[in-house]
């Protein structure tokens, strides 16, 4: 698995993982986060790999089917786009309040 498949199924895991099972959120913490391994996983909870691996499975398909109807990790991109180009359209002396406006529309 590349690099960047784990860095993207730890964003969608940061952004919709409070709406899993607390199950799956955290066997994907532990596997995309902790970088431990599917039997390491199985061994900590007391179940079985495939266990595990079903877990994960239905979970990052949640995750999935999260990301195509809200798009928030997708449009990630396009917002801090937007927000630089609209911090350079703001005269200096704003900079800092606009940064603070900025940050809440991001929460």
Known sequence: MSIENIVEKGELLDKYGALLT???RDCLDLYYNEN???AEIAEHFHISRQAVHD????GEEQLMTYESALHLVSMRGDKERAARELMELIPDQYHTRARVLIDCLWD
Not at 55 to 58: G, P, Q, W
């Open 36 to 38: 431990l391994t599917l």
């Open 22 to 24: 607390d199950r799956q």
């Open 55 to 58: 877990a994960m499975r239905h």
